[in-house]
T-cell receptor, first 111, second 112 residues
Framework: DTEVTQTPKHLVMGMTNKKSLKCEQH?????MYWYKQKAKKPPELMFV???????INESVPSRFSPECPNSSLLNLHLHALQPEDSALYLC??????????FGPGTRLTVT | SQQGEEDPQALSIQEGENATMNCSYK?????LQWYRQNSGRGLVHLIL?????REKHSGRLRVTLDTSKKSSSLLITASRAADTASYFC????????????FGKGTLLTVNP
């Protein structure tokens, strides 16, 4: 199984809401990533988890809070977001030979 | 900050023609990867070339890497309409904190 799944596919939230994005992989990969992608732009790295520990935080605002409950799951908790946070949020896992496998993304709209 | 810069930003060709995309980067790398993204979807890994490799093939794809010039190219031969997508190069660096830094991408349109 080389699939990375993400839920939900679409999310609309107000600026005072709290929501979570979920990502799951069953390839046994021990590194997982969150990216943010705006329209017509490349993905921008947000967080990296390696062996369930946060190893990279690319100076992401605290309104984004990642969590890695186990080696297969990655969450991104959202709170008090701004309209400029509207984007496609991509999760990826990394193989031992460095290829990254991406999920289909969550299209987030903040109103 | 973005590491890779793709050239051209957009490319439109006819089916059956070859498409060449170039990528330049600024710092040392462990490897360089190319990904494809269909509109609004997740990225698909195409090919990885290590810093000590100069050329790699996978099906209709050919990737070259010139570390002295800090550049790479992706050639897609005999293009098909289904190849229409955005193509990104991504430089990989770091050991235990390995991460990819993506270039701006090339939008390839293959006309039937």
């Amino acid at each position: 199984d080389t699939e990375v799944t993400q839920t939900p596919k679409h999310l609309v939230m107000g600026m005072t809401n709290k929501k979570s994005l979920k990502c799951e992989q069953h390839m046994g990969h021990r590194a997982m990533y969150w990216y943010k992608q705006k329209a017509k732009k490349p993905p921008e790295l947000m967080f990296v988890y390696s062996y369930e520990k946060l190893s990279i935080n690319e100076s992401v605002p605290s309104r984004f809070s990642p969590e890695c409950p186990n080696s297969s799951l990655l969450n991104l908790h959202l709170h008090a977001l701004q309209p400029e946070d509207s984007a496609l949020y991509l999760c990826a896992s990394r193989s031992a030979t460095y290829e990254q496998y991406f999920g289909p993304g969550t299209r987030l709209t903040v109103t | 900050s973005q590491q890779g810069e793709e050239d051209p930003q957009a490319l439109s060709i006819q089916e059956g023609e070859n498409a060449t995309m170039n990528c330049s980067y600024k710092t040392s790398i462990n490897n360089l990867q190319w990904y494809r993204q269909n509109s609004g979807r997740g990225l698909v890994h195409l090919i990885l070339i290590r810093s000590n490799e100069r050329e790699k093939h996978s099906g209709r794809l050919r990737v070259t890497l010139d570390t002295s010039k800090k550049s790479s190219s992706l050639l897609i031969t005999a293009s098909r309409a289904a190849d229409t997508a955005s193509y990104f190069c991504a430089t990989g660096s770091g050991g235990s904190n390995y991460k990819l830094t993506f270039g701006k991408g090339t939008l390839l349109t293959v006309n039937p």
